[in-house]
């Protein structure tokens, strides 16, 4: 039985991909998602007017730790020895259809060996959002998580993949 989804056997059974043979390259995996809130819930934490503390501080730092442990939560990802994790956030004031603003999230992981890091990136970039909501959900249970998603990878034997690019 021939299989292009890697991560299933002949017989149709779970595994973990053998990478052993792949070469090793430095490669870098970039998600990205958003976090919905009320206006008013976005000027409390620019200003810090957070109870549990600096929310985008205590989300990098939660983003960061995510990444490292992926592996522990996914349960066919290879440890990765990362080399590096960038947790960037910027505003949306523009509201959507519900009135709300938001906070994007971007998460870049890095590393070099054998296999790829988007699953580290997205698990970042998920629990970076995860934080937000957590530490605000007393002012604002009605936040919302859109559109997390990978935007770019590079490094491997497929080479630079970006969203939006035909494949």
């Known amino acids: 039985m021939s299989n292009d989804l890697t991560h299933f056997s002949e017989s149709g ?10 070469a090793e390259t430095v490669r870098v995996a970039i998600a ?37 442990h992926t592996p522990d939560i996914i349960p066919m990802c290879h440890p990765i020895m990362l080399t590096g994790v960038d947790i960037q956030f910027s505003e949306i004031l523009e509201a959507d259809a519900q009135d709300c603003v938001g906070i994007r999230v971007l998460a870049t992981a890095t590393c070099s060996g054998q296999t790829g890091v988007e ?25 919302r998580i859109e559109c997390v998603q990978l ?4 490094g491997g034997k497929s080479g630079v993949w970006k969203r939006g690019d035909a494949k």
């Open 32 to 68: 990205s998602g958003v976090l919905r809130m009320q206006a008013a819930t976005l000027e409390r934490i620019r200003s810090g007017k957070i109870a549990k503390g600096d929310v985008l501080t205590v989300a990098d730092v939660g983003a960061v730790m995510a990444a490292k």
């Open 119 to 143: 699953m580290e990136a997205l698990t970042a970039a998920n629990v970076a959002l995860l934080t937000i909501y957590d530490m605000c959900k007393a002012i604002d249970r009605g936040m």
């Open 13 to 22: 059974r779970a595994r973990m991909v053998d990478v052993s043979t792949k």
């Open 151 to 154: 935007e770019e990878k590079r």
